[in-house]
């Protein structure tokens, strides 16, 4: 799904201050009917952890924290059923699994001795079973149920998309017979970055544009939508990484991206939603 | 000087005696007594007959040229003689150029401004990029600068000259702004052309040491000036200094002899038509003159100037044979003369044949004086390229003046393959990263392996920003970039770090830069580009018109300065900008380096005796890689050149006197950078020069003002002088220099030749004679000399310049008077990385000397063949022994660290300890390797030789070749396996043993064995971050908050379970968190099932699941544990509190589902009954309200009751039957 600037503006526009519920992510689909969920999810998600990084700061001011804590505490006293936790995060505007893990932080460092470690704190997002505390545990797994942007479930679906949109490419190469080296094989080799699939023989991508086509090395694949932001980060943390050293390449952004950030193709940057069918390969007689 | 030629033109002596006694002072003998005679007295003169007859030229010419098209450097051979030299910085900025502007100009400060400017800009380092600013780069180039004033003028001066004039011609019938010649006789000298003739003083005390008549410009050790500078306004006047006395007393004498011929031979008089024509206007109304033979005024006088001025060029007498012909061009395509008739009264009968009277006195007499000289240098003009041919072959006053001459070029150019292409294909490519020296190996710690890691990514991001941006206006380099390189340099710490970088930057350089060579910039030891095989054609047209499409880009007059044009840019000011005195050693070290190794490249050799077809396709790829080798070895020469004599230049004047003593004598004990005299002179010796010749150029171009001044380059200097006088074009004989390898050789040293640096005396030294330097060389038969490894395409690449013919013809064509609108330059794609290494020497003793032989007999590509089969052979052969002795040794570690693992229990012991066990175990084995190998090469070798060597190799050659390549490819192997095997060994089993390790960690369960999908399984379950999408949902919804209309329906639940098996037993997608987070939530749904959590949504308001619906699902699910997950399932966690606890919110509460769950837990192996009893003890522990902790206990209490292993047909009938939980529950 590629949308234009306006288009994703338009559907962004929609986002603000929106709490990562199920039923928020439900309204917009009955918004946009004509884009696809899983894009409207990425959006979403996208767009609304740009929110999280701009406030998360004011979050954990000390004070906010032992506020957020105190109004826990007596909000847990009134009704322990209640979904004290799951309100405080909607109604201070922060993602309900990271509020969980303030509360449970602090919790846990006004019970315990030492400072809990970050290990045993994921741990007990993972496992709400483990949290001493009963009426904390629920609080904080009802919390990580409820929260379609953050928390381990969400993380773990993140991956998960992640990793079948590999698999489902690396299908796709093998059905074409192109032969590719993947990302362990060229860890093995000693590769300091690893794009997914480092095509063995480049291919040519031809498009009505471009005359010449556009010449493939690596291909990335990103099962989230392409934002600005996101791409951005990726431009300078992986794609021109893998250019400097595999030359011109594919990223296909399986939930679409925004059409002007396509504007790296004669660089050797190249943006698809799918996998191109268009593509040429070197024919052995000519070799 | 002006005697030689007035005695020429009088027919005393031969043209043959005078370019005889200008080339060879001492052979005066020859010549008949008379000649000689009339020559001896001139001796001291002789060597300053070439630049006078230069600058005679040139002035001459200066009524035609001044709107034309940009004229060449004009010789200013009497510029010594202008000593106000310092006196202003406008002045000097100027250089010589300017005295080919009216005195006007100087008068005028607001006129002098642009001027200067223009001057400033012009000598920057090349007109794609002038950011001014920079002081080492006026360094490079800008000695022309105040101070250092009066240097020749730079070529790419010329360009905007033309607009200038045309907006200010000048007026020369002025004759206040033009006054004539002092005292001496009157009239003629008025009619001079608006600027100042060099006149060349006649004085027989004159000797090097002197200032003396340079072709282009003073020496730079030139008189300081005791003249004020208000010279320029009186330019015969003031301006003259004491030499020039005599030559007022010369042309006294002159006048004398004339008027005596005069009453011999009246000539008649030629009138000159164009005389009344307007003064040129603005560009745009030019209207060209045409030109008739008829009209030519005096034949004889021009042809005979035409015949020695053509002798000098032949004679290699002109320090730039391009830049003469460029001067030629220009005369033939002058459009108009700019003159007055009124002020011309030497235009009367009977001076015509003497030098004071006009050479060329219309535009008929250009044409025809040059139609004259390039009748003598067709040779070279049938060798230039393609569309310069064209476009002389069309020039209608060529064939009027010389139909001969014009069937002659359209012959050459019908004939002509010559098709150059100087367009550069786009977009740059970056150094691939390559394992064998990249990877963390090759680093000294990982903190410099990632170190590196970032900084390659830098150097692309400035490079990549550097690209977007160098060309807006504005945008610097410096402020742009500068602190972020200096902080990546920062960085490298290393010495280690230093070299990988500089390797990358050089790499990126030759990458880059180099321009394309042949068809699609195919370079050495790289396949092909793949575009280029799969499209070459569509490509290439591509290409081609984009070049037309593009204006021609100005390189700058026919002798620009040398520049980093286009990408060489980057480079440049890369350097500069990271200022790294680490940086620029390594990159010294690294690019003298590479050009030895380059420079010493076995290059074939043309063998003469195969003429045919085949032998064509072979050097076709051979002179290809020839320029490869050539156009790399060129930009590293450059960059060598630029970055060793950097701390040396500067935007001072050139010291002089003791200051100059000192630094000479200080300079003269560094050694050079690299040694390259004794690489010239090997070069020379090998006949090597064409190859060498042109990068050490490059490599001097960029030297300071002191570098000529030492002996070492002295040397080289004199060296590179009798070569160019020894390149005679038109003599050509077997076993001596190609022709157009000449005309390269020529146009480089022409070209060095003008560079501001290089004194212009040392070009008209008195040294010995061409011949000497042939006697020095003892060369070998068939030296790359001899081969014709240069054409067109490489010629023009190596030297841009030369295209500055083409477009001024072109510029005649269009008839307008420059074009605008830049080039649009893009970056040089190449594929290029390392060029083929040397082929192996070591072989030695009778072997290698038979086999040394036997190549010798063999056509080269015999020789690369079995060469380039040993060199990949060897090399594969390390790879298959790395592949099968050395994997199988890891294997055998792997197993015997089990074994290990098993019997040391779980730590199994120090690692560092079990490696050296198991090393000692096993690199003995290593020494199979040898036999291994040798048995590899004896395999593979011989069938890739033949599959390159040609069908008809005989049958014994063949087996001589593969049995050499057997013999080489194992010797490399063997040599590599034997220094190494045990290293490698190690190294790999080292790798085993902590991979081995590591996976004992973390996760066990990862490496549990695990089932793929069935083979009829064709992937269409759910995806499973799809399925743990959907289970979050429902969980949600359970655990609430939720809407009232919110719910799931039982067939949900129930496909979804079955969606969950299917996903499970199609295992292409799952990856084990998702696994694990699948089993988690399933577990989790298990509860909410148990307690009867879930809101059904259902037709009747039924909010609660039916019994035997929910059994139903808990049966899926426990059989979904059972048979479908293949990690653990947290089962334990239906017996946590938090789970447990949702029974107690339940009203009534329903004990019958979880007693049934235990029940077939147990019953299915799922869980062992102690596991739940103990999970049922610690429930107790737990804070309940007091009636729920009753009722776990009677649970407990009734589970633990329970037969241990119940008969299977009670349990199909428990789903049936009413059990006891549900009786318990409505207890």
Known sequence: ?287 | MAAVLESLLREEVSVAAVVRWIAHSTRGSEDNPGEAAALSSLRPLRKEFVPFLLNFLREQSSRVLPQGPPTPAKAPGASAALPGRPGGPSRGSRGARSQLFPPTEAASTAAEAPLARRGGRRRGPGPARERGGRGLEEGVSGENLPGAGGRRLRGSGSPSRPSLTLSDPPNLSNLEEFPPVGSVPPGPAGTKPSRRINPTPVSEERSLSKPKTCFTSPPISCVPSSQPSALDTSPWGLGLPPGCRSLQEEREMLRKERSKQLQQSPTPTCPTPELGSPLPSRAGSLTDEPADPARVSSRQRLELVALVYSSCIAENLVPNLFLELFFVFQLLTARRMVTAKDSDPELSPGVLDSLESPLFQSIHDCVFFAVQVLECHFQVLSNLDKGTLKLLAENERLLCFSPALQGRLRAAYEGSVAKVSLAMPPSAQAVSFQPETDNRANFSSDRAFHTFKKQRDVFYEVLREWEDHHEEPGWDFEKGLGSRIRAMMGQLSAACSHSHFVRLFQKQLLQMCQSPGGAGGTVLGEAPDVLSMLGADKLGRLWRLQERLMAPQSSGGPCPPPTFPGCQGFFRDFILSASSFQFNQHLMDSLSLKIRELNGLALPQHEPSDEDGESDVDWQGERRQFAVVLLSLRLLAKFLGFVAFLPYRGPEPPPTGELQDSILALRSQVPPVLDVRTLLQRGLQARRAVLTVPWLVEFLSFADHVVPLLDYYRDIFILLLRLHRSLVLSQESEGKMCFLNKLLLLAVLGWLFQIPTVPEDLFFLEEGPSDAFEVDTVAPEHGLDAAPVVDQQLLYTCCPYIGELRKLLALWVSGSSGRSGGFMRKITPTTTTGLGAQPSQTSQGLQARLAQAFFHNQPPSLRRTVEFVAERIGSNCVKHIKATLVADLVRQAESLLQEQLVTQGEEGGDPAQLLEILCSQLCPHGAQALALGREFCQRKSPGAVQALLPEETPAAVLSSAENIAVGLATEKACAWLSANITALIRREVKAAVSRTLRAQGPEPAARGERRGCSRACEHHAPLPSHLISEIKDVLSLAVGPRDPDEGVSPEHLEQLLGQLGQTLRCRQFLCPPAEQHLAKCSVELASLLVADQIPILGPPAQYRLERGQARRLLHMLLSLWKEDFQGPVPLQLLLSPRNVGLLADTRPREWDLLLFLLRELVEKGLMGRMEIEACLGSLHQAQWPGDFAEELATLSNLFLAEPPLPEPQLRACELVQPNRGTVLAQS
């Open chain 1, 1 to 287: 799904m590629i949308l234009t600037k306006a288009q994703y503006e338009e559907i962004a526009q929609c986002l603000v201050s929106v709490p990562p519920t199920r039923q928020s992510l439900r309204k917009l689909k009955q918004r946009f009917p004509s884009q696809s969920q899983a894009t409207l999810l990425s959006i979403f998600s996208q767009e609304y952890q740009k929110h999280i990084k701009r406030t998360h700061a004011k979050h954990h001011t000390s004070e906010a924290i032992e506020s957020y804590y105190q109004r826990y505490l007596n909000g847990v006293v009134k009704n322990g059923a209640a979904p004290v936790l799951l309100d405080l995060a909607n109604e201070v505007d922060y993602a309900p699994s990271l509020m969980a893990r303030l509360i449970l932080e602090r919790f846990l460092q006004e019970h315990e001795e030492t400072a809990p470690s970050k290990s045993v704190i994921n741990s007990m997002l993972r496992d709400p079973s483990q949290i001493p505390d009963g009426v904390l545990a629920n609080q904080v797994y009802q919390c990580i149920v409820n929260d379609c942007c953050y928390g381990p479930l969400v993380d773990c679906i993140k991956h998960a998309i992640g990793h079948e949109h590999e698999v489902l490419l690396r299908d796709l190469l093998l059905e074409k017979n192109l032969s590719f080296l993947d990302e362990d094989q060229l860890r093995a080799k000693g590769y300091d970055k690893t794009p997914d699939f480092i095509l063995q023989v480049p291919v040519v991508m031809l498009c009505p544009l471009a005359v010449e086509g556009h010449i493939i090395h690596w291909i990335e694949s990103k099962a989230s939508f392409g934002d600005e932001c996101s791409h951005h980060a990726y431009l300078h943390d992986q794609f021109w990484s893998y250019w400097n050293r595999f030359g011109p390449g594919l990223v296909i952004y399986w939930y679409g991206f925004i059409q002007e950030l396509d504007c790296n193709r004669e660089r050797g940057i190249l943006l698809k939603a799918c996998f191109p069918t268009n593509i040429v390969t070197l024919c052995h007689s000519l070799a």
